[in-house]
Protein backbone atom coordinates (compact mmCIF):
# COMPACT_ATOMS: atom_id res chain seq x y z
CA UNK A 1 0.00 0.00 0.00
CA UNK A 2 3.01 2.55 0.73
CA UNK A 3 4.33 1.73 -2.70
CA UNK A 4 1.33 2.23 -4.31
CA UNK A 5 0.68 5.56 -2.12
CA UNK A 6 3.97 7.03 -3.33
CA UNK A 7 3.58 5.81 -6.64
CA UNK A 8 -0.07 8.02 -6.89
CA UNK A 9 2.08 10.73 -5.14
CA UNK A 10 4.63 10.73 -7.96
CA UNK A 11 2.65 10.77 -10.38
CA UNK A 12 0.24 13.52 -9.28
CA UNK A 13 3.32 15.45 -9.00
CA UNK A 14 4.67 14.89 -12.49
CA UNK A 15 1.09 15.52 -13.81
CA UNK A 16 1.12 18.62 -12.11
CA UNK A 17 3.97 19.76 -13.49
CA UNK A 18 3.26 18.92 -16.76
CA UNK A 19 -0.04 21.08 -16.73
CA UNK A 20 1.70 23.77 -15.37
CA UNK A 21 4.50 23.68 -18.65
CA UNK A 22 1.31 23.68 -20.78
CA UNK A 23 -0.28 26.43 -19.25
CA UNK A 24 2.81 28.64 -18.85
CA UNK A 25 3.66 28.40 -22.16
CA UNK A 26 7.04 26.30 -21.89
CA UNK A 27 5.68 23.41 -23.00
CA UNK A 28 3.56 22.96 -26.36
CA UNK A 29 0.86 20.44 -26.40
CA UNK A 30 -0.96 18.15 -25.57
CA UNK A 31 -2.21 19.36 -22.28
CA UNK A 32 -2.86 16.76 -19.87
CA UNK A 33 -6.92 17.23 -20.22
CA UNK A 34 -6.47 16.18 -24.12
CA UNK A 35 -5.12 13.28 -23.76
CA UNK A 36 -7.37 12.18 -21.31
CA UNK A 37 -10.07 13.45 -23.47
CA UNK A 38 -8.76 11.43 -26.11
CA UNK A 39 -8.48 8.04 -23.93
CA UNK A 40 -12.25 8.57 -22.60
CA UNK A 41 -13.50 9.38 -26.18
CA UNK A 42 -11.64 6.68 -28.20
CA UNK A 43 -12.79 4.21 -25.47
CA UNK A 44 -16.44 5.10 -25.65
CA UNK A 45 -16.27 5.19 -29.68
CA UNK A 46 -14.84 1.71 -29.66
CA UNK A 47 -11.28 2.40 -31.60
CA UNK A 48 -8.99 1.94 -28.43
CA UNK A 49 -10.36 -1.41 -26.91
CA UNK A 50 -10.31 -3.49 -29.88
CA UNK A 51 -6.65 -2.00 -30.78
CA UNK A 52 -5.77 -3.01 -26.99
CA UNK A 53 -6.59 -6.48 -27.26
CA UNK A 54 -5.66 -7.19 -30.73
CA UNK A 55 -1.82 -5.87 -29.49
CA UNK A 56 -2.42 -8.15 -26.48
CA UNK A 57 -2.80 -10.77 -28.56
CA UNK A 58 -0.29 -10.71 -30.88
CA UNK A 59 2.16 -9.65 -27.94
CA UNK A 60 1.42 -12.89 -26.02
CA UNK A 61 0.65 -15.23 -28.86
CA UNK A 62 4.64 -14.06 -29.66
CA UNK A 63 5.90 -13.81 -26.17
CA UNK A 64 5.12 -17.54 -24.84
CA UNK A 65 6.16 -18.94 -28.15
CA UNK A 66 9.81 -17.55 -27.87
CA UNK A 67 10.58 -17.85 -24.25
CA UNK A 68 9.21 -21.92 -24.95
CA UNK A 69 11.38 -21.87 -28.17
CA UNK A 70 14.39 -19.53 -25.73
CA UNK A 71 14.99 -21.44 -22.29
CA UNK A 72 15.55 -24.71 -24.03
CA UNK A 73 17.89 -23.36 -26.40
CA UNK A 74 19.49 -21.40 -23.66
CA UNK A 75 19.85 -25.05 -21.63
CA UNK A 76 21.30 -26.49 -24.92
CA UNK A 77 24.00 -23.73 -25.39
CA UNK A 78 24.88 -23.81 -21.99
CA UNK A 79 25.28 -27.77 -21.89
CA UNK A 80 26.87 -28.13 -24.77
CA UNK A 81 29.81 -26.09 -25.98
CA UNK A 82 29.82 -26.42 -29.39
CA UNK A 83 26.76 -25.04 -29.74
CA UNK A 84 27.74 -22.17 -27.53
CA UNK A 85 30.38 -21.36 -30.04
CA UNK A 86 27.80 -21.83 -32.77
CA UNK A 87 24.39 -21.26 -32.30
CA UNK A 88 25.25 -18.65 -28.90
CA UNK A 89 27.70 -16.82 -30.85
CA UNK A 90 24.77 -16.39 -33.60
CA UNK A 91 22.34 -15.70 -31.00
CA UNK A 92 24.14 -12.87 -29.51
CA UNK A 93 24.65 -10.96 -32.78
CA UNK A 94 20.56 -11.16 -33.56
CA UNK A 95 20.27 -10.12 -30.01
CA UNK A 96 22.39 -6.48 -30.90
CA UNK A 97 19.94 -6.46 -34.40
CA UNK A 98 17.39 -3.96 -33.79
CA UNK A 99 13.80 -4.98 -34.12
CA UNK A 100 12.63 -3.09 -36.63
CA UNK A 101 15.00 -4.99 -38.85
CA UNK A 102 13.09 -7.95 -38.85
CA UNK A 103 9.75 -6.13 -39.76
CA UNK A 104 10.63 -6.36 -43.72
CA UNK A 105 12.24 -9.75 -44.06
CA UNK A 106 9.03 -11.20 -42.29
CA UNK A 107 6.89 -9.18 -44.38
CA UNK A 108 8.36 -10.97 -47.47
CA UNK A 109 8.59 -14.12 -46.14
CA UNK A 110 5.50 -14.50 -44.49
CA UNK A 111 3.54 -12.70 -47.49
CA UNK A 112 0.29 -12.07 -47.48
CA UNK A 113 0.12 -13.90 -43.98
CA UNK A 114 0.48 -10.22 -41.88
CA UNK A 115 -0.42 -11.51 -38.43
CA UNK A 116 2.19 -14.47 -39.26
CA UNK A 117 4.98 -12.21 -39.52
CA UNK A 118 4.30 -10.11 -37.15
CA UNK A 119 4.69 -12.93 -34.50
CA UNK A 120 7.44 -13.96 -36.44
CA UNK A 121 9.03 -10.45 -35.47
CA UNK A 122 7.70 -10.76 -31.90
CA UNK A 123 8.96 -14.52 -31.29
CA UNK A 124 12.45 -12.96 -32.96
CA UNK A 125 12.36 -10.08 -30.33
CA UNK A 126 11.71 -12.56 -27.22
CA UNK A 127 13.80 -15.68 -28.09
CA UNK A 128 17.24 -14.37 -27.76
CA UNK A 129 17.20 -12.47 -25.02
CA UNK A 130 16.05 -15.26 -23.08
CA UNK A 131 17.96 -17.85 -24.39
CA UNK A 132 21.03 -15.77 -23.92
CA UNK A 133 19.90 -15.47 -19.89
CA UNK A 134 19.25 -18.67 -19.51
CA UNK A 135 23.02 -19.69 -21.07
CA UNK A 136 24.69 -16.84 -18.51
CA UNK A 137 22.47 -17.94 -15.59
CA UNK A 138 23.69 -21.76 -16.03
CA UNK A 139 27.11 -20.87 -16.34
CA UNK A 140 27.57 -18.58 -13.96
CA UNK A 141 26.25 -21.46 -11.33
CA UNK A 142 28.46 -21.60 -8.84
CA UNK A 143 31.08 -24.74 -9.45
CA UNK A 144 31.24 -25.43 -5.59
CA UNK A 145 27.51 -25.95 -5.67
CA UNK A 146 27.65 -28.35 -8.84
CA UNK A 147 30.46 -30.69 -6.97
CA UNK A 148 28.69 -30.73 -3.87
CA UNK A 149 25.86 -32.17 -5.75
CA UNK A 150 27.64 -34.43 -7.64
CA UNK A 151 29.49 -35.74 -3.96
CA UNK A 152 25.46 -36.90 -3.18
CA UNK A 153 25.07 -38.17 -5.88
CA UNK A 154 23.30 -35.60 -7.73
CA UNK A 155 23.62 -36.47 -11.54
CA UNK A 156 22.35 -35.93 -15.04
CA UNK A 157 18.59 -35.04 -15.30
CA UNK A 158 18.56 -34.65 -11.40
CA UNK A 159 21.63 -32.54 -11.18
CA UNK A 160 20.18 -30.09 -14.12
CA UNK A 161 16.64 -29.48 -13.07
CA UNK A 162 17.29 -29.87 -9.61
CA UNK A 163 20.37 -27.98 -8.12
CA UNK A 164 21.67 -25.82 -11.39
CA UNK A 165 18.72 -24.68 -13.11
CA UNK A 166 16.96 -23.41 -9.62
CA UNK A 167 20.21 -21.80 -8.88
CA UNK A 168 20.16 -19.84 -12.39
CA UNK A 169 16.74 -19.26 -11.82
CA UNK A 170 17.38 -15.19 -10.75
CA UNK A 171 19.58 -14.37 -14.35
CA UNK A 172 16.84 -16.52 -16.01
CA UNK A 173 13.68 -14.74 -14.62
CA UNK A 174 15.56 -11.32 -15.47
CA UNK A 175 16.14 -12.49 -18.75
CA UNK A 176 12.62 -13.63 -19.53
CA UNK A 177 11.42 -10.00 -18.06
CA UNK A 178 13.80 -8.37 -20.63
CA UNK A 179 12.19 -10.50 -23.26
CA UNK A 180 9.08 -8.66 -22.56
CA UNK A 181 9.72 -5.61 -22.72
CA UNK A 182 11.88 -6.39 -26.15
CA UNK A 183 9.12 -8.40 -27.45
CA UNK A 184 6.83 -4.89 -26.79
CA UNK A 185 9.62 -3.19 -28.70
CA UNK A 186 9.14 -5.61 -31.48
CA UNK A 187 5.82 -5.28 -31.94
CA UNK A 188 5.43 -2.25 -32.09
CA UNK A 189 7.78 -1.89 -34.79
CA UNK A 190 5.89 -4.23 -36.62
CA UNK A 191 2.40 -2.48 -35.85
CA UNK A 192 3.60 0.79 -37.21
CA UNK A 193 5.82 -0.01 -40.08
CA UNK A 194 2.38 -2.22 -41.09
CA UNK A 195 0.20 0.37 -41.14
CA UNK A 196 -3.01 -1.49 -42.85
CA UNK A 197 -3.68 -5.18 -42.04
CA UNK A 198 -7.26 -5.92 -40.92
CA UNK A 199 -7.11 -5.97 -37.49
CA UNK A 200 -5.29 -2.94 -36.16
CA UNK A 201 -3.66 -2.76 -33.16
CA UNK A 202 -1.74 0.16 -30.66
CA UNK A 203 0.80 0.79 -33.27
CA UNK A 204 -1.46 1.76 -36.19
CA UNK A 205 -3.11 4.03 -33.75
CA UNK A 206 0.24 6.00 -32.69
CA UNK A 207 1.03 6.22 -36.59
CA UNK A 208 -2.18 7.30 -37.53
CA UNK A 209 -1.88 10.19 -34.63
CA UNK A 210 1.42 10.80 -36.38
CA UNK A 211 -0.17 11.44 -40.05
CA UNK A 212 -3.00 13.31 -38.42
CA UNK A 213 -0.87 15.04 -35.78
CA UNK A 214 -2.90 14.11 -33.67
CA UNK A 215 -0.54 14.66 -30.20
CA UNK A 216 -3.14 13.84 -27.94
CA UNK A 217 -3.60 10.50 -29.83
CA UNK A 218 0.08 9.91 -29.80
CA UNK A 219 0.49 10.51 -26.23
CA UNK A 220 -2.22 8.72 -25.00
CA UNK A 221 -1.63 5.83 -26.87
CA UNK A 222 2.24 5.71 -25.45
CA UNK A 223 0.51 6.23 -21.88
CA UNK A 224 -1.54 2.64 -22.73
CA UNK A 225 2.10 1.08 -23.77
CA UNK A 226 3.68 2.19 -20.62
CA UNK A 227 0.21 1.26 -17.98
CA UNK A 228 0.25 -2.19 -19.52
CA UNK A 229 3.75 -2.69 -19.65
CA UNK A 230 3.83 -1.74 -15.87
CA UNK A 231 0.71 -3.74 -15.30
CA UNK A 232 2.32 -6.70 -16.83
CA UNK A 233 5.51 -6.23 -14.25
CA UNK A 234 3.82 -6.52 -11.48
CA UNK A 235 0.78 -9.04 -12.16
CA UNK A 236 3.31 -11.79 -14.23
CA UNK A 237 6.66 -10.82 -13.11
CA UNK A 238 6.44 -9.18 -9.69
CA UNK A 239 5.52 -12.54 -8.00
CA UNK A 240 8.04 -14.94 -9.52
CA UNK A 241 11.01 -12.17 -8.06
CA UNK A 242 9.55 -12.15 -4.84
CA UNK A 243 9.35 -15.78 -4.53
CA UNK A 244 13.22 -16.23 -5.70
CA UNK A 245 14.05 -13.41 -3.63
CA UNK A 246 12.20 -14.88 -0.62
CA UNK A 247 13.40 -18.63 -1.42
CA UNK A 248 17.19 -17.37 -1.80
CA UNK A 249 17.12 -15.25 1.46
CA UNK A 250 17.99 -12.01 -0.59
CA UNK A 251 14.88 -10.56 0.46
Known amino acids: MKRLLSALFIFALLFAGWHWMVVSGNWGRPAPLDVWNYLVDSWRNGSLEPALLVTTQRLLLGYMAGVLVGLPLGLLTARFQALNDTVGVIGLGFQTL ?102 NGLGYLLNAGRNDRNMAQVVGVMVVIMVVGMLADKILFGPWERFIRTRWGTK
Open 98 to 199: PSVCWVPLAMLWFEPHVESAMLFVVVMGTLWSVSLATNTGVRNVPPLLCRAARTMGSSGAHLWFRVIVPAALPVIIGGVKQGWAFAWRSLMAAEIYVTATGR
